[in-house]
């Protein structure tokens, strides 16, 4: 019997506005300091204070999901996201290559825990079809890294970028959608293949 799959549970809309807010509103020091990843606190809906480890591929992919969950944003959630983009987007304008750098830092990083993940898998198949929802979320914030990137960017990445998907399609078969079923439809199978799939059969 196959063990149960790691869960990946979709966060409210509420909660991707708060994260995406935060991290706009020190979004300048946060690339100036260069490091990949920033913890900000954040307000949850019952009002208790969570730490939330964020990046700009994180943001990046907060921002996606929002855009496709419009409808369930209020006039002033709407207008707070609209603030947070704006804020964003003057920072990354003003500070281009800074920006631009981090982001091909944090997709190299991911990649690289896609790679151990993916050593992994050659040990232990039934431990890396349950970790595979959690672990593929690398490769779909690498994803929203891509659309971000300039051309000299995605070029540096896209050797890595190619062994990994080649690596992943060689491990996985395609099946249902392995995160929460109710944000499916932010997801589509033509575009986050990786995210209809779980690894199957003999160790590669």
Known sequence: MAA??????????ETDLAVVA???A?????????????????????????RVQSSSGDILARLHKLS?????LSSEQKETLAEAITRIEEVTARLPSHYQALLLR????????LQWYLDDCQE????????????IRNRQRIGEIGKAMDAAGAKAL?????????????????GDFVWDASVAYVYPN?????????????DP
């Open 4 to 13: 149960k799959l790691s869960t990946v549970i979709a966060a409210a809309p």
């Open 22 to 24: 935060a991290m706009a």
């Open 26 to 50: 020190q979004f300048e020091s946060y690339i100036m300091r260069g490091e990949v990843y920033r913890t900000v606190a954040v307000m949850t809906a019952s009002q208790v204070e969570e």
């Open 68 to 72: 496709a969950q419009s409808e369930k």
């Open 106 to 113: 944090e997709a190299r990083a991911r990649l690289n825990s």
């Open 124 to 135: 232990n198949r039934r431990e890396c079809r349950v970790q595979y929802p959690f672990e």
């Open 158 to 174: 896209a050797p890595q970028l190619e062994g990994i998907d080649q690596r992943l399609r060689r491990l996985t078969a395609g």
């Open 190 to 202: 033509s575009e986050y293949w990786y995210l209809y799939a779980l690894p199957v059969g003999p």
